[in-house]
Nanobody, 116 residues
Framework: VQLVESGGGLVQAGGSLRLSCLAS???????????MVWYRQAPGKQRELIADISTGGSTNYADSVKGRFTISRVNAKRTVYLNMNNLKPEDTAVYYCNRDGGDWSWGQGTQVTVSS
């Protein structure tokens, strides 16, 4: 499976972005049968889990993004999304996705930079 994240960019504080993560070369049943997770890694910090979505669509969020970020998935497209609103400078990081357990090969991530 190859994970391809996209949608990052430079945005001002208070702005919005929508990230996408395509699990290319995945078998549909593998994707639809996997909980998916968005992570981020800021410079000099460890990778942190920020949102996850179960196979049934239940979601969980880190306190730092709760109420601002929304994770969703479209199994037919093998894609998981992260809608990010009211972005803050502390959201600046490289964003990655993987399935729960992180056993698929990591993608390159997508850079999100929020200016104040």
């Amino acid at each position: 499976v190859q994970l391809v994240e996209s949608g990052g960019g430079l945005v001002q504080a208070g702005g919005s972005l929508r990230l996408s993560c395509l699990a290319s070369r995945s078998i549909l049943s593998d994707f639809s049968g996997s909980a998916m997770v968005w992570y981020r890694q800021a410079p000099g910090k460890q990778r942190e889990l920020i949102a996850d979505i179960s196979t049934g669509g239940s979601t969980n969020y880190a306190d730092s993004v709760k109420g601002r970020f929304t994770i969703s998935r479209v199994n037919a497209k093998r894609t998981v999304y992260l809608n990010m609103n009211n972005l803050k400078p502390e959201d600046t990081a490289v964003y990655y996705c993987n399935r729960d357990g992180g056993d698929w090969s990591w993608g390159q991530g997508t850079q999100v930079t929020v200016s104040s």
